[in-house]
C-alpha cells in the first residue's frame, strides 16, 4: 500500500454553506440559503455519524472553468494540439455547466430525503479558491469531519485534463466555480436523478467521524495535506 499527500488544500476563517429551506416560510427563489456553518451543525454532523456516514456528492466538473478560459485565451495554441470540435465542446459544457445550481434546486427540489437527518438538511458547498482539494479540506475544516473518497468516482472530462497538462495546471486545484459539493443521506440516489437531468454528479465518498482525509483506490492511500505545515 501506498501512502501520498495531495492537494495544497486552503483555509477560510469563515466558512459559509448554502442549507436547504427547512419550511416554505423561509424558502426562497432557489430553495437554499446562505449560513455560516456553526457549532449547531458540528454538533448534528457528529451525531448523524454515530448512525451511519453520509454520502459526499460532487456536482459539475472539476477544471471545467480553468480549461475553457484557456481555449478563449489561447485557442491558436491549443488549435495545434487539438482538434477544433474538442475545443468547441469544452466551450459547449462551460455554457451548460453554468446552469449546475439551476438544475440541482430544479432536481432535488425541496426532497427532505435527501437531507443526512431531519436536523440538518441537504447542504450545498461550492468549490471556488483552491479548486476541489481545497474545498475538501474546507468541508472538513469546517464540520471538523474526515472522509474516505474514491478519486475514480471523480467526474472529470478527458478534454479538460488534456488541456490543463498541456499547460501543467492541475485541475483539482485550480479555482473553479459551477461545481458544488454536496453532503446528502442517499448519494446514489442524487446522482441519478441529477445525471438523468443532464447535469454531470458523482457520489465520491463518505463523510467520516475520524479526522483522516483520504482518497482510496485499490491499493492505494493519498493524504489531503493540512495547508498550515
Not at 429551506?21 to 427563489?29: A, D, G, P, Y
Not at 461550492?126 to 479548486?131: E, I, L, N, Q, R
Not at 443532464?198 to 491499493?219: C, M, S, Y
Request: with cysteine; glycine share 8%; charged share 30%.
Amino acid at each position: 500500500m501506498q501512502n501520498k499527500r495531495i492537494g495544497k488544500g486552503a483555509e477560510e476563517k469563515k466558512y459559509c454553506a448554502l442549507f436547504m429551506c427547512r419550511s416554505t416560510h423561509q424558502n426562497t427563489e432557489t430553495g437554499f440559503t446562505e449560513e455560516e456553518v456553526t457549532d449547531q451543525h458540528r454538533r448534528c454532523l457528529k451525531e448523524i455519524l454515530q448512525l451511519y456516514r453520509p454520502s459526499l456528492l460532487l456536482i459539475g466538473t472539476p477544471g471545467q472553468e480553468v480549461a475553457a478560459g484557456l481555449v478563449l485565451r489561447e485557442q491558436e495554441t491549443l488549435k495545434e494540439h487539438f482538434p477544433a470540435w474538442l475545443l468547441a465542446d469544452v466551450l459547449r459544457q462551460r455554457a451548460e455547466d453554468e446552469e449546475v445550481f439551476a438544475g440541482i434546486t430544479k432536481v432535488l427540489g425541496e426532497g427532505r430525503e435527501y437531507a443526512p437527518a431531519p436536523e440538518l438538511s441537504p447542504v450545498l458547498l461550492p468549490v471556488k479558491k483552491g479548486g476541489l482539494f481545497g474545498a475538501l479540506w474546507n468541508l472538513g475544516e469546517a464540520f471538523g469531519c474526515g472522509m474516505r473518497l474514491r478519486m475514480s468516482d471523480i467526474p472529470m472530462r478527458q478534454s479538460v485534463i488534456e488541456i490543463c497538462n498541456l499547460y501543467q495546471i492541475n485541475p483539482w486545484e485550480c479555482d473553479d466555480k459551477g461545481v458544488w459539493l454536496m453532503i446528502c443521506k442517499n448519494g446514489r440516489q442524487a446522482e441519478e436523478l441529477l445525471r438523468r437531468a443532464g447535469l454531470p454528479a458523482g457520489e465520491i465518498g463518505q463523510i467520516t467521524e475520524k479526522a483522516e482525509r483520504i482518497f482510496v483506490d485499490h491499493d492505494e492511500v493519498r493524504y489531503l495535506n493540512n495547508p498550515r505545515l
